[in-house]
Each structure stands twice: as structure tokens, then as C-alpha cells.
């Protein structure tokens, strides 16, 4: 570390500038008072250094002076022929390699298994939380990215990378401003041609809120309307808070990809099957019409009062294999693009871990997108976990369920405009 005012910190020896380290150096993480900043990171660059993080704040966000002292800064990277992150943010966190900026502490900040999610964000605080959020479902990451002020690395810059990094499979944002609307926009097709969903959650759409947005990061949020047909455009997500956020992830992260928008539903509890329903229709997708030899299976297969239209009604007292049969048949109608499978595990008939086995089975087997819901206290929430871990997006809610087969969806749709491939129209 560089550090005046120390000899030692943490046992590591302390050099009183940079320019003192022996060797060359690829990275600078820098958190100092504002008004020293470009001195120092004038010093990065004289001694080689490619690439600056600044965590400090006091800068565009506060005000006139805040922004004349970034310009400054921005003057020195480019001098240099660096490239800066921040300043006013957290940093980087790159789960397969290491690479740790974030500076909360370990047993408050939890930190993603490896995986295949990239999650960038102007906000630290949030991007934080998002990461505790991703640690609890057991989502994988690839790298975090907090930004800040965005003076010289942006949202545009970050997503065009990530779109070519091989670890990368689906790109979650938090946004407050957008620099340059076009270049983003671009930015996020050619994250899409990569066959990588994109999703926004764009915040400062109040008047209000956009004040609170130059406050925070010295963005310029702008109408949110306009944002929002750019996003729509360019074939990006558009999520409202954070729990949307998560569940599109959860949706997306497997790679699943819808041909249509008819769902079949699956359940073991008629209640549970009206309220996903009512989701499903109310969010513009469609209960499926089954056809006649698929009633006409379900009919012969299944309880004299268990219902074979949709939905699916097994009937509580529905073993695991009652749901297979179930499940197989649904899939196998050309009407049905997506499906719903529900769970009252508090049933003692049902063996849940079973019926976990038989999703993964019946998953690798059909190409059609399925989604699992299981209501309930800690039992079915480690269910959720373990069906999750194989590669099935699981969720407490049929109303979250029908989320996640909309995001699903939505992003099959703008693959196919933007590639013409196989999907969804």
C-alpha cells in the first residue's frame, strides 16, 4: 500500500509514493481525500499504471467546484492514456479471479460463488446489497462493478466488455444516468447478439428523483419516457426495483428461451393454480388452450377428479410421480411454450425431493422454459434452493413465477428481432 503516514499496514511495508514501488504496477485502487486525487493519480500514470479506481468522493456530485476537480482528474487519465473507474464507488469485484476493491467489511458483505451474472451499478450501497441477495439464492457471479460518477469508464463501456467476456451470460444493471445514449444503445445489442440478456434498472424517473440523482453520482437522469423507449429499442429488460431485478435474474440466468407466450400450469393445489392464472393473463402472457390429445391423456392418466384442462389440477394427495406424467404431457403439446409447476410441499404424499429429480430429468429433455413454485416456510424453501442449483428458476410466488416466464419472453423476443433466429415472435 501507499501510505505516508505509516511504515507497515496489516504487515504489508508502505511506500510514500507509488512512484517508489519496485516493478511495474497494472492497477491503482485510490481512496483519499478528493482534492489530492489527480496529484496522485498524475503519479499513477507516470509510473505506468493502465488503470485507477477511485473510491473517494467529493466530486461532480457535490457541485460546481466537485466538477471542476473531476475534470481535472478526467485531464490526468487521458494525459496518461489510462482509464479510470469512478470516481465516488466501490469498485471491482471479479468472483473467478479475486480481484476485490469493495471495502465492507467481511462479515457484513457477502460475496457470490463464481458464476455466470455481471452486475454493474453506479450505486455502491445497492450493488452491495444486490450481492448479498445473489450469495443467499446461491446465484453465481462473474464480476461487480460499481461505477459512480461514470467520468470515464460508463455503462456503455462496461456492458460493450462484458458482452465479450467469456464468463459472462447475463448483465444486471442499476443506472441513474446515461452519458451517451447512443453508444449504450449499441452497447446493449451487441450484448443481446451475444445471446446476453441485458437487464435495467433505471432509476430518477420522478422530478424528485432526478434531483436525488445529481446529488448522488452528478448524473443528469433525464425523462425517464425517453430512457425507457431507448431501452425498450435496444431489447433491454426494463425492471421497476430490485426484487424485480432479482427475479429476472433468476429467470434468465439458465439460458432459457421461449418460442411463445402460452403457459401450461401444473399444480397440486387449485387455489395456487387460479392465482398463477390470474398472473399469467394479467401480465399479457396466455394460459394455454391444451389440445384434445393432451386432455385426453391427462384424463386417462390421472385421477377421476383431478382436472385435465388448464390448469393442470393433480389433486392434493399427488405423488411425485402423478407430477410426471403431468409435467411430460404439457410439454409435449405444440400449444404449450412455457411451463408453470406448482408445489404445496406441506402435502405428506409428496415426496419433494423426488419431484426435484424428476424437474432436472424432464428439463434436460425439453427445450421449453419451466418454472417452479413452491410455497411455504424453510422445507420448501430449501426445495426452491436445491431445484435452482439444477438449473430450474424457482420461486416462493406463482405471481413471481409468471414474472420470471415474462422476462423470458421478452428477452426470447428481442433475440429473434435482433438476430432472426429460432425464438419467440
Request: proline fraction near 5%.
Amino acid at each position: 500500500p501507499i501510505n505516508v503516514k505509516y511504515d507497515r499496514v496489516f504487515g504489508l511495508k508502505c511506500y510514500k509514493s507509488i512512484l517508489e514501488v519496485p516493478g511495474s504496477v497494472d492497477l491503482a485502487v485510490i481512496a483519499i481525500p478528493a482534492a489530492s486525487v489527480p496529484r496522485i493519480v498524475d503519479e499513477c500514470g507516470r509510473k505506468g499504471v493502465k488503470g485507477v479506481v477511485v473510491i473517494s468522493a467529493g466530486f461532480r456530485e457535490v457541485g460546481p467546484e466537485g466538477a471542476k476537480l473531476e475534470e481535472e482528474l478526467v485531464s490526468v487519465v487521458r494525459k496518461h492514456g489510462m482509464r479510470l473507474i469512478g470516481p465516488n464507488c466501490l469498485g471491482v469485484y471479479d468472483a473467478h479471479t479475486g480481484l476485490d476493491t469493495i471495502f465492507n467489511p467481511s462479515d457484513r458483505q457477502g460475496k457470490p460463488e463464481p458464476g455466470n451474472v455481471a452486475f454493474i451499478s453506479q450505486s455502491g450501497a445497492l450493488g452491495a446489497a444486490l450481492l448479498d441477495w445473489l450469495k443467499e439464492e446461491g446465484i453465481g457471479l462473474s464480476k461487480f462493478i460499481s461505477y459512480g460518477n461514470a467520468a470515464d469508464v460508463d455503462e456503455a463501456d462496461l456492458i460493450s466488455y462484458l458482452a465479450e467476456d467469456p464468463r459472462t451470460e447475463i448483465i444486471a444493471a442499476y443506472i441513474e444516468g446515461v452519458r451517451d445514449g447512443r453508444r449504450f444503445v449499441e452497447a446493449v445489442r451487441k450484448a443481446i447478439r451475444a445471446n446476453k440478456p441485458v437487464i435495467v434498472l433505471k432509476a430518477g424517473k420522478s422530478e424528485k428523483g432526478m434531483k436525488a440523482v445529481a446529488s448522488h453520482t452528478g448524473s443528469l437522469a433525464g425523462a425517464y419516457e425517453v430512457y425507457k423507449g431507448a431501452l425498450k429499442q435496444s431489447g433491454a429488460l426494463i425492471v421497476d426495483d430490485l426484487h424485480e431485478l432479482l427475479i429476472a435474474i433468476k429467470a434468465l440466468r439458465y439460458g432459457a428461451r421461449s418460442r411463445g407466450p402460452n403457459v401450461a400450469i401444473v399444480t397440486n393445489g387449485g387455489g395456487a393454480g387460479v392465482l398463477a392464472t390470474d398472473s399469467i393473463e394479467s401480465l399479457g402472457l396466455r394460459v394455454a388452450e391444451l389440445s384434445k390429445e393432451t386432455i385426453d391423456e391427462l384424463r386417462s392418466k390421472l385421477p377421476p377428479t383431478a382436472s385435465p384442462l388448464n390448469p393442470v389440477d393433480i389433486l392434493g394427495d399427488a405423488p411425485a410421480d402423478r407430477y410426471e406424467l403431468a409435467i411430460k404431457s404439457v410439454l409435449s403439446d405444440e400449444r404449450v411454450d412455457m411451463v408453470m409447476v406448482i408445489a404445496l410441499m406441506q402435502s405428506p404424499a409428496l415426496d419433494a425431493d423426488e419431484l426435484i429429480k424428476i424437474l432436472e430429468r424432464v428439463g434436460k429433455e425439453s427445450k421449453k422454459p419451466i418454472v417452479f413454485v413452491g410455497p411455504g416456510g424453510a422445507y420448501a424453501s430449501k426445495r426452491l434452493v436445491m431445484a435452482s442449483r439444477i438449473g430450474i428458476p424457482s420461486f416462493k410466488d406463482p405471481v413471481e413465477a409468471a414474472k420470471a416466464l415474462r422476462y423470458i419472453y421478452d428477452y426470447s423476443v428481442a433475440y429473434h428481432k435482433l438476430t432472426k433466429k429460432k425464438g419467440a415472435k
